[in-house]
């Protein structure tokens, strides 16, 4: 039987679920019944006359939202040799799925959000996995970038299918930068080369949200939901994801899978930063006074557009993995030697240049979708092409900002403005207009200066700081002049 499927009646319809939606199947004992998860289950007594052999499946039930649950169905049989062989069966092709993880590494960030990791696991997601005949081996995080160190180090990754976090969005950048600088590094890239070609992480992320904001797996999920997370980790499910490297004078500074934001979100982050007595409300707080104060920032933006992908940031095609068609997300082989030559031979492809003065200057690998923005920064943002949308917003008046602020929550385009344009790219560089020396510019030691330099075409009690903080994925950068390259499916993240 090379293949099963159950048709399972529920509130007087009918489906079918498929092996790849089974979880676990049990053989029971219908006359005193089974202990399973600590709930005993026992059979109606016509049943139990009619039919004395039973066992149970657990499957996936998708439920509304996009959320996923755990359902059990009982089937009688008259046989005992039938229910064994039934029970057999299925078990032989849930064992033949080799998409689906045996053993995880799972990490638990006891702080991050609510500090309600640890608890999310241990109640909604461990008896999941037990129930999955997954084995898993977990580490509770003492401190910042433990789990990056971890990966990057000790982790025998070798004995383990894919690692999870339990966490934020933060949580994920963490394990990103331990297993794509593994993977590198056993591989012999040079990291601090913006030019060398990264290799692929063979390993898969899962998250469990357990954080502020989740943004990376409402975007790529639809819905932050521990459970519906395990459930997508169990049965097998891939998304493959770009990963932009950040570099500054042939440095390594950063990975990022979401959001690069220089102005607004770059100060609202680095003002959020001394505030975090105030938890999660000082994003709110942190976002309003950044835009009372308005300012804005001088410089070059070089980028490299992606002429040759089908599709543009505003053609409304919705890209999130689970339940919407990935349109030109999943390429060929031959497709994805193409646009590893475009990384390494930049130069064959023509460089745009645009200078001027911006609010905010934002590079969107993802939707960037969450509650509070359902569509996000760019809602045609796709997470595996090999592109970044790249979102220039120049320097306009406040109620406009506002305006275009809250195309974030609406339904309109949010792109659609005469001081916003949005580019789909490859690479951009940008390079501030007070930038002396980029090698001498770091942010944290010249906080003073920045602040107190005169701008050169404003008087001094109006005028803007000179520079401002990029947010890499709720990161601040130590410096503003960088160089960016998106990769093509470096990690396979979230969906299995």
């Not at 894919?162 to 591989?187: A, K």
């Not at 790529?220 to 990963?243: E, K, R, Y």
């Not at 969107?364 to 595996?384: E, F, T, V």
């Amino acid at each position: 039987m090379s293949w099963l499927t159950f048709f399972i009646t529920s509130h007087g319809t009918s489906h079918g679920v498929s092996v790849s939606e089974i979880l676990a199947v049990r053989e029971l004992d219908v006359d005193c019944g089974t202990k399973d998860d600590g709930r005993w289950q026992k059979m109606p007594q016509k049943s139990t006359e009619a039919y004395p052999y039973a066992f149970t499946v657990s499957y996936v039930e998708r439920a509304w939202q996009h959320r996923w649950r755990c359902s059990d169905v009982t089937f009688h049989c008259l046989e005992g040799a039938l229910c064994q062989q039934w029970v057999q069966t299925i078990r032989e092709q849930l064992t033949a799925l080799t998409s689906r993880p045996k053993h995880l590494l799972v990490y638990i960030n006891p702080y991050g959000g609510k500090q309600q990791g640890e608890r999310i696991y241990e109640q909604k997601v461990a008896p999941l996995f037990t129930l999955a005949s997954i084995s898993t081996h977990v580490i509770v995080t003492e401190h910042a970038n433990h789990a990056r160190d971890h990966l990057r180090t000790e982790a025998e990754l070798k004995k383990y299918d894919g690692v999870v976090c339990v966490g934020g969005d933060g949580m994920f950048s963490e394990m990103v930068h331990g297993l794509v600088s593994r993977t590198q590094r056993d591989n012999g890239v040079d990291q601090n080369s913006p030019e060398e070609k990264l290799v692929p992480c063979t390993l898969r992320i899962g998250i469990i949200p357990a954080g502020s904001t989740d943004c990376i797996c409402y975007a790529t999920v639809g819905i932050n939901d521990p459970v519906t997370s395990a459930l997508h980790i169990i049965v097998g499910d891939a998304q493959p994801m770009d990963v932009c490297s950040v570099h500054h004078n042939n440095t390594f500074l950063r990975y990022s899978v979401s959001l690069l934001g220089y102005g607004f979100y770059g100060d609202m982050l680095a003002d959020s930063e001394r505030k975090r007595w105030m938890g999660p409300a000082r994003y709110d707080f942190s976002g309003f006074k950044t835009f009372l104060t308005h300012h804005y920032y001088e410089g070059t933006v070089s980028f490299l557009p992606a002429t040759d992908i089908l599709g543009t940031p505003r053609d409304k095609t919705r890209c999130r993995a689970g339940y919407v068609l990935l349109y030109k997300c999943n390429l060929s082989n031959n497709i994805h030697n193409q646009l590893c030559s475009l990384v390494l031979y930049p130069h064959v492809w023509g460089w745009r240049v645009i200078r001027g003065k911006f609010l905010a200057i934002n590079a969107a690998s993802m939707s960037c979708a969450c509650p509070r923005s359902p569509k996000g920064l760019s809602p045609a943002a796709h997470l595996a092409d090999g592109t970044t949308d790249l979102i220039l917003v120049r320097k306009c008046s406040r109620f406009n900002f506002l305006r275009h602020l809250l195309r974030h929550t609406s339904k309109y385009d949010q792109f659609d403005m005469t001081f916003v344009e949005v580019h789909r790219v490859r690479r951009f560089r940008f390079t501030p207009r007070y930038c002396q020396s980029d090698s001498e510019l770091d942010l944290r030691e010249n906080g003073k200066r920045l602040f107190s330099q005169i701008c050169r075409d404003h008087p001094a009690c109006s005028c803007s700081p000179a520079y401002s903080s990029w947010n890499c994925d709720g990161e601040i950068l130590p410096h503003a002049a960088i160089e960016v390259g998106c990769f093509y499916n470096l990690i396979g993240v979230h969906l299995w």
